[in-house]
């Protein structure tokens, strides 16, 4: 049954390709062959749109093609090749799209849509390693609410990957299914269970008992030669030599290494360390982690954040390695810095470089476009003042 649907679903795309080709949607007197698609009511709008899109990538990803007229993937399957595809192409317009195109069919014959799409996430990381993928941009994050018309409190959000993976693992634990008292099922969906999670935490929250809410898990796994950018994951001809991407999160999965090092200096999450063949060869944070002895004293030294013009209070900060730890460098005083989230991002992605002056105090080197001269800047807390009057 299933393979006559797949099959199914290739005739459709096969002939909507057709009508694509022969500009027929002008002739039945729709603006396009997805709007076509969407007013005779068989569809939604975003669904033909997607369907469409997959007709039209049929001569371009012979291979999709193929495995959809056999039958041997559903529809899903080759939304999500042709979206990783497409943002693969995006990122890396020079990337060998045929062997990324067989490696996604791959997947696709053995797993889930959902693997697909892990995979393609995989591709653009390892195309492009030194690159913030936008779905780690906390800039860009959002979180509105307010009250409908109804009454009713309304919440939208939009976040990068590592606080929804926060996020996640403080709700995921709290809004597991409860039998009841005859161990009958939980009667809520997941979407209900979800909110009266919420709901627990916000009055633990309001009762003083917040800390401890949920035993939030939060777990980087990465191999250790790649933390420290020893790795190459893309050959000269731009060809992926492994599709696994070594920096994972438990719930959304690949991160970029900047995010993967800067969770590995100082972060609320167990880092678990493995080699090659993915065998742990550290967990926890034991060896990376400052001792707070360590960290009162970067509290005295930096008072806060010591990137120039910033100085966030201590609370706000990581304490960040200047010679990473996976590359040999030591959990001391002389080889670690304050930066807030923000700045120790930025530290990770290279725009601005940090080190220890003689004087025993960090100093950083603004980017180019700041100062075509990159002339070195004192810490936050060790800027000239004024004299006063």
Not at 2 to 31: C, H, I, K, P, Y
Not at 71 to 99: F, K, M
Request: charged share 25%; hydrophobic share 40%; glycine share 8%.
């Amino acid at each position: 049954m299933t393979q006559a649907q797949n099959v199914l679903a290739g005739v459709q795309a096969r002939l909507l390709a057709g009508m694509e080709t022969r500009g027929l949607a002008d002739e039945l007197g729709a603006t396009s062959t997805a709007a076509w698609l969407a007013d005779s009511g068989r569809v939604d709008p975003a669904t033909a749109k997607r369907q469409v899109t997959v007709a039209r990538s049929l001569q371009t990803l012979p291979g999709m093609a193929a495995a959809l007229q056999r039958g041997e993937i559903s529809a899903a399957h080759a939304e999500a090749i042709v979206a990783a595809i497409s943002a693969l192409q995006r990122a890396c317009p020079e990337a060998d799209l045929g062997a990324a195109e067989q490696q996604l069919v791959d997947v696709a014959l053995a797993g889930t849509p959902a693997a697909v799409r892990e995979t393609g996430r995989d591709l653009v990381l390892s195309h492009t390693p030194e690159r913030e993928p936008v779905a780690e941009d906390p800039e860009l994050n959002r979180l509105d609410y307010g009250t409908g018309r109804d009454g009713r409190g309304k919440l939208r959000a939009d976040l990068d990957k590592l606080t929804f993976e926060k996020l996640r693992s403080v709700l995921e634990p709290l809004a597991a299914p409860r039998p009841g008292p005859d161990a009958e099922p939980d009667p809520r969906s997941a979407s209900q269970r979800r909110v009266d999670a919420l709901a627990d935490i916000v009055d633990a929250q309001l009762s003083g008992r917040g800390g401890g809410v949920g035993r939030a898990q939060v777990t980087l796994v990465a191999e250790a030669n790649d933390l420290a950018g020893k790795a190459t994951f893309v050959d000269e001809a731009g060809r992926v030599k492994d599709t696994r991407w070594p920096f994972h999160l438990s719930w959304t999965g690949s991160v970029s290494r900047q995010v993967a090092q800067m969770l590995a200096c100082d972060c609320e999450v167990t880092v678990v360390v493995v080699d090659g063949h993915r065998v742990p060869l550290d967990v926890g944070r034991s060896e990376r982690l400052v001792t707070p002895a360590i960290r009162k004293a970067l509290i005295v030294r930096d008072g806060g954040c010591a990137v120039p013009g910033c100085g966030r209070p201590p609370h706000w900060t990581d304490a960040h390695h200047i010679r990473h730890w996976a590359e040999g460098g030591h959990t001391t005083l002389d080889n670690m810095v304050l930066l807030c989230r923000a700045h120790h991002r930025m530290i990770h992605r290279g725009t601005w470089q940090v080190f220890l002056g003689e004087d025993g105090h960090p100093w950083f080197i603004p980017p180019k476009t700041l100062d075509p001269d990159r002339k070195p800047m004192p810490a936050h807390n060790r800027r000239r003042r004024p004299a006063a009057a």
